[in-house]
């Protein structure tokens, strides 16, 4: 059984990220579940941890690669072996179904976010079909635009997307979970640099699990949201 956590947190706590001031957050929210790709149990929402960054560039689409449009960056030799470790783990479990789902910061139109993401999620799932041949059925795309704010993680005076990002592991306290909304990331519009970075946070790219078969019995009924 899957364990979800709910939390309604009253957080007032000083940064040296953020200054003197204190800032009182209270929300309800679940912490989704992260798994790593070395693990081999996976339930039916789980999220993939991966390193890799999806980042779009402009310019004229003709002089770009599929890669390219779907924000996959070929020339980051780096950033091109995370994208090619995600393709790997998600060929290597078929029994296994997978959203790739694409979110904006809270910036800009919400019915435009909503597009751009779906856009950008469909590049990403035609790439991965056609040039690394997933399976079609394996993949879904899925744009919420800004719709579902990122859970991170603070810890002396740092935020952090997973609960085990190694930089977290020098916590002296326990990590606290924080879910990234708009009203949240305001209060520190004085502070440019950790106000982008809150809204980098919400920019991201998520692989998820939507359904799970028994690999005993494959061919059979998939356990599905």
């Not at 040296?16 to 081999?40: A, L, Q, W």
């Not at 924080?178 to 919400?202: A, G, M, P, S, W």
């Not at 359904?211 to 019995?217: G, S």
Request: glycine share 4%.
């Amino acid at each position: 059984m899957q364990l979800i956590f709910l939390y309604l947190l009253t957080i007032s706590f000083p940064s040296k990220n953020i200054g003197e001031e204190t800032f009182n957050h209270t929300v309800s929210f679940e912490t989704p579940r992260y798994v790593k790709m070395t693990d081999t149990v996976f339930q039916v929402g789980d999220l993939i941890q991966h390193n890799a960054v999806f980042r779009y560039r402009l310019g004229p689409s003709y002089m770009m690669t599929k890669e390219e449009k779907a924000g996959i960056p070929a020339s980051d030799t780096t950033q091109f072996s995370y994208f090619l470790e995600l393709v790997d783990f998600i060929k290597s479990h078929t029994e296994l179904s997978f959203e790739i789902g694409c979110h904006t910061d809270y910036r800009g139109n919400a019915a435009t976010n909503i597009h751009l993401t779906q856009t950008r999620a469909n590049l990403i799932v035609r790439v991965m079909i056609e040039e690394y041949s997933i399976d079609y059925e394996q993949i879904r795309a899925k744009g919420y635009g800004r719709e579902k704010p990122s859970v991170v993680y603070f810890c002396d005076g740092q935020y952090f997307r997973y609960m085990d990002d190694p930089v977290s592991w020098t916590c002296e306290e326990e990590p606290i979970p924080l879910l990234l909304t708009n009203e949240y990331i305001q209060k520190f519009k004085d502070n440019r640099v950790l106000h982008e970075h809150l809204h980098q946070l919400n920019r991201r790219t998520e692989v998820k699990v939507i359904e799970v078969q028994d690999c005993m019995h494959m061919g059979g009924p998939r356990i599905h949201v």
